[in-house]
């Protein structure tokens, strides 16, 4: 998926050259290099050996007389489908992408014309993805896109989106290009609860604007994804998404019951009044969020619940979980709210996440770099961000206040500002029934508060882009979180 201008993508793809590289893998790429050790006949081009490449002008060439399938091969190995150069076509045949495991698009595929697009993969957990450069562009919204054997509805703009979601709220949609508002919003633009998927085909919203002053509302560029909601491969780019008292807010939803992949979010979550739960992605998730990022600053008034990616995350998420999630914008709350550089209150399950913008919240509140206040999981996580709370609140390097559950192979390397409850210069505040494993703060010199497993910074070697495993006593440096 494409990132927002200048703010590149955070888990690395192979960037684009001029000259694309191949890595001999056993992988069908589509480049600008020759053609090679692919075999075309009958509109069928497949491997005969690896590195296996197909040229993009060869493959347009076809595309302007015949329908084209590109496969990838159908043996048990990984075989996949990377797209590393732009393609486009102009005339009405389609092109079919038949990947053994996974296809992944690094460049721009532009159907010029009425033709058809077609992906499929064969294996779990083989996907469609999006590099940072990668999207699909349809000109005609009368084109057919077909995945894994599901036939979507193309649109063009948000009205358009709204329109056939409300006619249908179980449908399939992919949406066909950038968008970009021409007005702002006085409410949600798709108030109809949606529990079908939504394919953004790695495009973007620009400028999503929604300004909502009436009170306990859900807030977001969908008011709610319902259970079976999928929503994933889409961008939102500077949106700035505001609400008010006892409303749920995020640039993608107020509340999310389904299931957010492969997206991301850039601009700004604000709140007024009193009371409400703000993300930079969803306000409140009670079911997944992952593979994605948010760059969004949050700024709530008293009494919230206030995090970089959700305000309150709840359970285990019916997609799958919450995984591979990054947030860097900075979390503001009033007095009396929890914030957190990921998540406002977590009583759910988070793996393999980051947070590094800096918290900040008022008296009698709870401050987390990762979350605010916490009974739930967290495994494989980190935050970098300052924290800071007023009066009679609690501060940690990773959630504010710990009810229970569990923090494992975790650290933090923000400072630790205000009021501070048990173990905050480590990790959690009021953290002391709760299980710690491998928990500890950067600049910890020694094994603090016996029994709680928390190995020297100097045994760990720390850095930020490291998950740590392995034995607690030697602090195993194993693999990376994931790329970035």
């Not at 349809?138 to 948000?158: E, H, K, P, R």
């Not at 919203?205 to 300004?211: C, K, V």
Request: glycine residues 16%; neutral net charge; hydrophobic residues 40%.
């Amino acid at each position: 998926m494409r990132a927002s201008k200048n703010l590149p993508m955070t888990w690395a793809l192979l960037p684009l050259f001029a000259a694309v590289a191949l890595p001999a893998q056993a992988n069908v790429f589509i480049s600008t290099q020759p053609t090679s050790n692919m075999s075309c006949s009958g509109g069928v081009c497949a491997p005969t050996a690896q590195p296996a490449n197909l040229n993009t002008t060869d493959l347009a060439h076809m595309l302007a007389s015949s329908d084209v399938t590109v496969m990838s091969g159908n043996d048990t190995s990984r075989r996949d489908i990377v797209v590393k150069s732009a393609l486009g076509w102009a005339s009405s045949h389609r092109l079919t992408l038949d990947a053994n495991y996974a296809v992944t698009i690094d460049a721009p595929i532009v159907v010029h014309g009425p033709g058809s697009l077609t992906v499929t993969r064969h294996r779990f957990p083989g996907d469609l993805t999006f590099g940072p450069g990668g999207h699909v562009a349809f000109w005609d919204l009368s084109s057919s896109f077909v995945l894994n054997g599901v036939a979507f509805t193309l649109v063009g703009d948000i009205g358009g989106l709204t329109s056939a979601i409300a006619a249908n709220s179980a449908g399939n949609f992919a949406l066909a290009g950038d968008v970009k508002p021409t007005a702002p919003y006085t409410a949600s633009p798709i108030p109809t609860t949606f529990t079908g998927v939504l394919e953004g085909l790695g495009n973007r919203i620009l400028y999503l604007r929604i300004s909502d002053t009436a009170a306990n509302q859900h807030d977001g560029l969908f008011a709610t994804i319902g259970v079976y909601g999928i929503v994933r491969d889409l961008g939102l780019v500077n949106a700035k998404v505001q609400g008010t008292s006892g409303s749920r807010i995020g640039t993608f939803a107020g509340e999310n019951d389904g299931a957010i992949l492969q997206s991301y979010a850039t601009g700004m979550v604000l709140h007024t009044g009193s009371g409400g739960y703000l993300g930079g992605m969803v306000g409140w998730s009670m079911g997944s969020i992952s593979n994605s990022y948010s760059e969004a600053s949050v700024r709530g008034q008293q009494n919230v619940s206030a995090g970089g990616i959700a305000g309150a995350v709840s359970c285990c998420g019916s997609g799958g979980g919450n995984r591979m999630l990054r947030a860097s914008g900075d979390v503001t709350a009033g007095n009396g709210s929890s914030a957190g550089g990921l998540v406002g209150t977590n009583t759910g399950v988070i793996g393999s996440a980051q947070a590094s913008g800096n918290v900040t919240a008022g008296s009698a509140s709870f401050a987390g770099g990762l979350i605010g206040q916490g009974s739930g999981s967290i495994v494989g996580v980190f935050a970098t961000g300052a924290v800071k709370v007023g009066n009679l609140g609690k501060a940690g390097g990773l959630q504010g206040r710990f009810d229970g559950g569990s923090e494992t192979d975790s650290y933090a390397t923000g400072s630790v500002t205000g009021a501070q409850g048990r173990c905050s210069e480590a990790c959690s505040a009021n953290a002391a029934t709760a299980p710690l494993t491998r928990c500890i703060m950067a600049m910890e010199s020694a094994p603090s508060a016996a029994g709680r497993n928390r190995p020297s910074a100097a045994s760990w070697a720390m850095t930020t882009d490291w998950r740590k495993t392995g034995s607690t006593s030697t602090g195993t440096r194993t693999r990376p979180v994931w790329a970035i």
